[in-house]
Structure formats: structure tokens, C-alpha cells
């Protein structure tokens, strides 16, 4: 495999990070953590293990010693592609008619004070819970701030997935047509995606027209007609599993003056929202940022969401850029900026980057046009 497409990073970087977890498991006065299959687990030791009802879960003792991965044998193929191999972790296999809960119990010491990946069901997580003390705490304040701040293996990871998606955004004039469906267009942007260098189209949505006043508005069959304002957002992971997502707004013909200017507002509190980030600044000012220029203009109503989310082995995570959240940004630290403007019944539009926090700055992983793209 090429280094754009190997399925992980090198073990060292996965080291790190467990012992990282350590350092912060035990700040927060915890004994253990366990992680079963999602991003946390993919963070940790490179596994895109899936969850099934036989349980897998990887075990971090905040004494030090080595962690563990308890896992069906039917399931050891899984572990393969990650680094559990490399760092030496061991491994505790088990086939049906043994109790994982049980190993996992051998693993800690009677009474310790767990804390569990969110992603875990209900299923593990109740026979978990019933062999240690109290309520199981949730993992994602112990790993919040290592997932928040991206290291540079991650930003280069985000790097290419926001040039793979600047790609497809680059091929919408072979797609959007009047006289198609939205499904039509959908599907040839689904293909496109994985095209261009994603493992997967996580999301595609096609607001034409009306349908592009509802910011979650996926497909239909709605046939696009001439003139009409068009929302395109798309994402898809690449290798090693990060993330693209960006929206663009085209409009098929020649735009009205009260589009063209709405479009140019939106246009500018976009890149407002974007020059605001650097590291010191609240997430909540970046929101602010933008806002305030949708506001001058009297289009505050027509923003009714967040500025953006958090971005990386989950398409969202930390941090929120909203109102309300206090956050200081740090270097590393990677989101999207994309307001948007919605007129219900009418049309609506989005410009959204997926933007990373330097040392003294921003680096946008996207490069396309922002404005109105006429096709």
C-alpha cells in the first residue's frame, strides 16, 4: 500500500496515544478504560473493527501495564490490519460458550472505576457494568482533548480527504443538469466520491430548489429545473478513516440580483467566521463572526444552525463552533466553518471548509470557489 492508502498510521503514533490515555485515565482518578468498536478504538490502536453482539473490547489499565484486546476468535482477522500486533498488546480470545465479561473482569481489580467508549452498546455495556463499582463513567472527557487536537499524521489525513472531495466538488458540472432527478445526480456523486480516493460516500445531500431550504435534506426525485439554486454537501472517509465534508451552492442559469446578493453575504460571513480562527479565541467567537455579518445584512433569521462541528474519525465530534461554547481553540484543532442562509418553500444555500488551527492562524482543507458557482 501506497502511504495515501494504508488502512493505518504507524504503531508509534498508536502508542502514543495509549499512553496519553493513561496520563489523562488517571488525572481523572479512573482505574481502566474500555473501548469497544468506533472511532475511539480506531483512534487508539488503528481498528475498524465492527461491533457484533459477541463483544470486542480493549482494555487500558491506568497502572501501567499492558493493555488488552478480548475478542472472539472468529474475529481475530479483524485485529490483523491494526497495530495491536506491533505493540504488543495482549490478546485474549474466546469462543462461544465463554464469558468475555468474565475476562474482562480478570483483566481489572475488584472495585475499579471504569470508564466506557460512547459507542458501546447496550448490550456489553450492561454485564460490564454490573461487575464493576457504580455507574461506568463515559470515556470521551479522558480522550476529548487528545481526539480534539489533531496530530500532523491526522491534519495530513485531512489534508488529502478535503482535496479528494475538492475533486468531486471540481466534476459537478458532469452531474447537475436540468432535467435530472436528485437522485440521478446523487448516485453519480456517490460514485465519484469513492473515486476519488474515499473507502466510502458517508453522505451525499442534493437540496435543489425548495429542498434546499431544509439544511438536512438528502434526495428525492424532485426533477432540478433551470434556475434553480442547488446545495451539494458531500464527505466520505479516506484512509486511515478521517473525514471530508464540504458544501458548495451552484445555481443552474442565470441567478437573480437578490440571489447574487444574499449569496455574496453568505460569501462573506463564511470567510469572516474563517479569518476569525486562531488559537486563543473562543469556538463560540467564530460563530459570533459569521452571525454578525448575516445580521448586518438582516439575514440573521435565515441562519437557524451551528456555525460548525469537530472533524475526524467521525464526521461529527468536537469541537461545536456555537454559540455557548466556551472552548479555547488550540493548534490542531479541526472543524468546519458553514453557515448557510434558508428560505423555506424558496431556496437555500451553504458554504462550508473544513478548516485546521495553526500556530498562528488557519489552514483550510478546501479550495474550491465559494461564491455562487453558475453551471
Known amino acids: 500500500m501506497s502511504a495515501h492508502t494504508d488502512a493505518r498510521f504507524a504503531a508509534k503514533v498508536y502508542g502514543q496515544r495509549l499512553e496519553r490515555a493513561v496520563e489523562l485515565m488517571r488525572a481523572a482518578h479512573l482505574d481502566a478504560l474500555l473501548i469497544t468498536p468506533g472511532p475511539d478504538l480506531r483512534y ?6 465492527q461491533s457484533f453482539e459477541r463483544l470486542t473490547c480493549l482494555v487500558i489499565p491506568a497502572d501501567g501495564s499492558t493493555p488488552s484486546v478480548v475478542i472472539p476468535k472468529l474475529e481475530l482477522a479483524s485485529l490483523a490490519d491494526s497495530a495491536a500486533g506491533e505493540l504488543g498488546l495482549q490478546v485474549l480470545d474466546w469462543v462461544d460458550g465463554v464469558d468475555p465479561y468474565q ?4 483483566i481489572l481489580h475488584a472495585g475499579s472505576r471504569i470508564a466506557v467508549a460512547d459507542a458501546m452498546p447496550a448490550l456489553h455495556l450492561i454485564p460490564l457494568a ?7 463513567a463515559s470515556a470521551t472527557p479522558v480522550l476529548r482533548e487528545s481526539r ?3 496530530d500532523e499524521a491526522e491534519i495530513d489525513a485531512l489534508r488529502r480527504a478535503g482535496a479528494a472531495i475538492d475533486r468531486v466538488h471540481a466534476r459537478m458540472g458532469e452531474f447537475l443538469r436540468a432535467g435530472r432527478t436528485e437522485a440521478e445526480v446523487s448516485a453519480d456523486i456517490t460514485a465519484a466520491i469513492v473515486e476519488e480516493d474515499h ?3 458517508a453522505f451525499v445531500i442534493v437540496g435543489s430548489g425548495p429542498h434546499g431550504a431544509d439544511p438536512h435534506h438528502e434526495v428525492s426525485d424532485r426533477v432540478i429545473e433551470q434556475g434553480d439554486v442547488v446545495v451539494i454537501d458531500i464527505g466520505g472517509p479516506v484512509e486511515p478513516g478521517y473525514y471530508s465534508d464540504s458544501t458548495r451552492t451552484y445555481v443552474l442559469g442565470t441567478p437573480s440580483p437578490e440571489i447574487v446578493e444574499r449569496m455574496a453575504v453568505l460569501e462573506a460571513a463564511q470567510a469572516a467566521a474563517v479569518a476569525a480562527v486562531r ?3 473562543s469556538a463560540e467567537s467564530i460563530d459570533a463572526a459569521a452571525r454578525a455579518v448575516l445580521a ?3 439575514l440573521a433569521d435565515a441562519f437557524i444552525h451551528r456555525t460548525g462541528h469537530g472533524i475526524g474519525l467521525s464526521v461529527h465530534e468536537e469541537p461545536y463552533i456555537v454559540a455557548g461554547n466556551d472552548l479555547v481553540l488550540e493548534a490542531g484543532m479541526a472543524f468546519s466553518i458553514e453557515p448557510g442562509i434558508y428560505f423555506r418553500g424558496e431556496w437555500g444555500a451553504r458554504i462550508e471548509d473544513i478548516v485546521v488551527v495553526t500556530d498562528n492562524g488557519v489552514e483550510s482543507m ?3 470557489p465559494h461564491g455562487l458557482t453558475v453551471l
Open 44 to 49: 487508539l490502536i488503528g481498528s475498524a473493527a
Open 103 to 106: 475476562l474482562v473482569r480478570s
Open 130 to 136: 454490573e461487575s464493576t463499582t457504580g455507574l461506568p
Open 148 to 150: 480534539m487536537v489533531k
Open 199 to 201: 473507502t466510502e460516500a
Open 279 to 281: 488559537p486563543g479565541v
Open 296 to 298: 448586518d445584512a438582516g
Open 366 to 368: 478546501n479550495n474550491r
